[in-house]
């Protein structure tokens, strides 16, 4: 080849790189807009401002620009960085990371039940409707067929999503435990939002409800271990979780929580998110002990250990927490974990005759009645 020629196609090539470059600088550039645009949808939520920052910076958990654990609590476990876990969550598929088939499910009339009776029904992963002292409340309800900030990602099993926001009759009390996609659902809360009477959240999780034109006047924002008397004869708790909040880029923000719902005959506790940790020995230290525990048992891994059970934590959990009966929670719809979706059932099964408790595993609308949990038998529905 000539040298003229040589030179000809090194400055043909070097053009083409530059515009190579140009192109992938533009279409960057586009995402960034389209980024930076999608992220003013009303579903990602308003952080605390104004008065309601200050109310969160005079928090005892808020300090250094964000709220944080009673004990250390890194987000990772091992030394990879966040794009690291991604990369390897989006290129690992155990088997049976989802199910093969449609779930079990059992239809229920939220409408026609006798609401003097006190009563427990899981509705797949964290949420559930609960009776109480005549109160209808809600715990963490999503009902959504994706717990993510877009509709393909983090799909729910088929046959989970049976309930919606307009099943449910007039709700007294709805309770969110922290901020993330698969506890705070915004098509759900807009639902909900005209058929609700009062909302318990911790602290900073309110401004999201306000941004979504929730009547602030309904709105309880609390820390850890407040009391809200939500009427005579029901009393609901915030107690500590091991966790962490932020939904969209910014984390701990807002506070994350379980709660205790308590009557004259009954004490419940639902744990949200968390970790294992100290928190659960100091609750049993100011509870005396629990009809009932919905304690996080499911989308565990060792490289994030810190802020979610497994299942074996969450069974010794029940027993500091001097449970009488133990339901598996944050299980059955979505997949978080690299973990095959049935096993924390199977786990939980294998060791509950070693316990003190009762295994609970009912099925996604399956009734719960308080009074009646030692007579109640449940099948192995995810074999």
């Not at 039940?113 to 964290?126: A, E, F, K, N, T």
């Not at 309770?175 to 996609?181: A, C, E, F, Q």
């Not at 107690?239 to 923000?253: E, F, M």
């Amino acid at each position: 080849m000539r040298v003229p020629d040589v030179i000809e196609q090194c400055e043909y090539m070097k053009t083409m790189m530059i515009w190579f470059a140009v192109i992938l600088g533009v279409l960057a550039g586009a995402l960034l807009v389209v980024g930076v645009i999608y992220s003013q949808h009303p579903k990602f939520g308003q952080l605390p401002a104004g008065q309601y920052l200050k109310q969160a910076q005079a928090s005892p958990q808020y300090h250094d620009g964000e709220f944080h654990n009673q004990t250390d609590t890194p987000l990772f476990t091992t030394d990879q960085g966040f794009v690291s876990v991604l990369l390897e969550n989006m290129t690992q598929r155990p088997d049976n990371l989802t199910p093969a088939q449609a779930l079990p499910s059992q239809a229920v009339d939220f409408h026609a039940l006798d609401r003097s009776q006190d009563l427990v029904i899981w509705l797949g992963h964290s949420s559930f409707y609960v009776q109480l002292a005549g109160q209808r409340i809600l715990i963490d309800p999503v009902f959504s067929d994706s717990a993510a900030p877009v509709s393909f990602a983090n799909k729910a099993y088929p046959g989970t999503s049976r309930y919606s926001a307009e099943d449910f009759p007039w709700i007294d009390l709805l309770l969110i435990t922290h901020d993330h996609w698969d506890h705070l659902d915004y098509p759900s809360m807009m639902t909900l939002r005209g058929q609700t009477g009062k909302v318990v959240v911790p602290q900073g999780v309110g401004s999201y409800l306000r941004g979504w034109r929730f009547d602030p006047d309904i709105i309880q924002e609390g820390e850890w271990y407040d009391q809200f008397e939500i009427t005579e004869h029901l009393k609901v708790h915030l107690i500590p979780a091991r966790h962490y909040s932020g939904r969209l880029l910014k984390r701990r923000q807002t506070l994350w929580a379980g709660f205790i719902l308590e009557t004259r005959n009954h004490r419940l506790l639902f744990s949200g998110d968390t970790g294992f940790g100290p928190h659960f020995a100091e609750i049993a230290e100011r509870f005396d002990s629990f009809d009932l525990v919905a304690l996080d048992s499911g989308q565990y891994d060792p490289r994030w250990a810190n802020i979610h059970m497994n299942p074996e934590q969450a069974s010794e959990a029940a027993e500091i927490l001097g449970a009488k009966a133990l339901l598996p929670a944050h299980v059955g719809r979505f997949t978080l974990a690299r973990h095959a979706w049935d096993e924390p059932f199977r786990r939980l099964h294998d060791i509950r005759e070693h316990r003190r408790y009762q295994l609970l595993t009912p099925v996604i609308g399956q009734v719960l009645v308080l009074d009646g949990l030692g007579q109640q038998t449940f099948t192995e529905w995810w074999q």
